[in-house]
């Protein structure tokens, strides 16, 4: 049975914040997703590297060290032209994602 990633490590005072960051990681990895259905056979990948670079200051703001991790793969395969391994990755983005919003219901409802 697959172990469940840690919460996020949110720095104090950021708390409130919890929910837009987390609507925020969901709209943005939906966008992912857009951008690896566009991906070019041979080219630059400009776009990808720059929206997860954007992504992952989010998840380091947030203390969000797994989705932080996963970013730094998507924006160094992106910088580096390697296409491959990125429709993995971003599905790891997505599930990830996800899991914030249960995370961040459950903190919301005080289970945390």
Same mark, same amino acid.
């Given at each position: 049975? /697959?172990?469940? +990633? +840690? +919460?996020p490590e949110i /720095? @104090?005072?950021l708390e409130h914040l919890l929910a837009l960051f987390v609507a925020e990681m969901v709209k943005d990895a939906v966008r992912l997703v857009e951008l690896v259905g566009t991906l070019p056979d041979d080219g /630059? =990948? @400009?776009d990808m590297a720059e929206h997860a670079h954007a992504m992952r200051g989010k998840a380091g703001l947030f203390g969000e060290h797994c989705l932080y991790a996963l970013l730094t793969r998507v924006e160094r395969s #992106? =910088? #580096?032209g390697d296409a491959a391994p990125l429709p993995d990755l971003v599905t790891r983005v997505v599930e990830r994602s996800g899991? =914030? @919003?249960?995370?961040g219901r459950d903190m919301a409802a005080g289970q945390v």
């Amino acid at each position: 049975m /697959p172990t469940k +990633p +840690p +919460p996020p490590e949110i /720095p @104090e005072g950021l708390e409130h914040l919890l929910a837009l960051f987390v609507a925020e990681m969901v709209k943005d990895a939906v966008r992912l997703v857009e951008l690896v259905g566009t991906l070019p056979d041979d080219g /630059p =990948l @400009e776009d990808m590297a720059e929206h997860a670079h954007a992504m992952r200051g989010k998840a380091g703001l947030f203390g969000e060290h797994c989705l932080y991790a996963l970013l730094t793969r998507v924006e160094r395969s #992106a =910088l #580096a032209g390697d296409a491959a391994p990125l429709p993995d990755l971003v599905t790891r983005v997505v599930e990830r994602s996800g899991q =914030l @919003e249960v995370y961040g219901r459950d903190m919301a409802a005080g289970q945390v």
